[in-house]
């Protein structure tokens, strides 16, 4: 099972802060968008909207990252901290 | 916590934080210590028509000390510093609250001031912080802005 969490704008956008994926269901970071709205047809809008950016186990991912049975996932937009 | 150096202190909180507090930490470990730079962000009220009145900071708690204890860990390979202080806070923060300091100490200025320049334009990119403004016509969540980007990547340019 993979665990994947949203942050900010998009946590409430989709009113969601965190959603699970079967395991086999997505293999690299570029997977992740595909399956969440196959498994959830009603969040393709906003996850459609732009670009989001994207970690495995809490450090940023590229669209080739592998993900793996058991990994955390995140979905955020760009940060702005500091 | 982290796995930076024991010189180092890197800290997410939501409470405010010391200035004078964490010089004295610096001033403990100073050995050969000859500049200290500090920086220090806090929240603006952006505009006089409808100003921002408080700022709220969400974070990714499991990412973010790793990703801080990360940029201190780059910046430690880039130069030769004596002791790196990044504090975060998060949570509602009012107009004119102070929201992250970066303090760096080392032998010589040029270190500390490039060192200290780095942290924070990569921790405005790489960190998993998101700004919400609150003001009286509503709440709405900071864009991020193209001029953090282009400041983060000169570093990695040449």
Redesign the interface.
């Known amino acids: 099972m993979i665990t994947v969490?949203f942050?900010?704008?998009l946590r409430e956008q989709l009113a969601c802060e965190e959603a699970t994926l079967a395991a086999g269901s997505v293999a690299v970071a570029a997977d992740l968008v595909p399956a969440l709205i196959a498994a959830n047809p009603q969040w393709a809008e906003v996850l459609q909207s732009r670009p989001w950016l994207l970690?495995v186990n809490?450090?940023?991912a590229k669209p080739v990252t592998t993900i793996n049975d058991g990994d955390?996932v995140?979905l955020?937009?760009?940060?702005?901290?500091? | 916590m982290t796995d930076v150096v024991e010189h180092d202190l890197v800290q997410v909180q939501q409470e405010d934080f010391s200035l004078a507090e964490h010089y004295a930490r610096l001033e403990q470990l100073a050995g050969n210590t000859g500049a200290v730079v500090f920086f220090i962000?806090k929240v603006r009220a952006e505009s006089e028509v409808d100003p921002v009145q408080a700022l709220e900071?969400?974070?990714?708690p499991?990412?973010t000390e790793?990703?801080l204890s990360r940029l201190v860990a780059e910046a430690r390979e880039r130069w030769s510093l004596d002791a790196i202080t990044i504090v975060?806070r998060v949570g509602k923060l009012a107009v004119g609250a102070q929201?992250?300091l970066v303090a760096v100490s080392s032998r010589h200025r040029d270190e500390a001031f490039l060192a200290a320049r780095f942290l924070?334009d990569n921790?405005?990119?790489?960190?998993?912080?998101?700004?919400?403004e609150h003001r009286a016509s509503g709440a709405r969540?900071?864009?991020?802005r193209e001029q953090d980007d282009v400041a983060a990547a000169q570093w990695f340019s040449q």
């Not at chain 2, 921790?123 to 919400?132: I, S």
């Open positions: 969490l942050f900010a704008q970690s809490q450090a940023m955390e995140a955020f937009p760009p940060v702005t901290g500091g | 962000g900071l969400e974070h990714y499991a990412m790793k990703s975060h929201i992250v924070m921790l405005k990119t790489r960190a998993p912080f998101w700004k919400k969540w900071v864009a991020a």
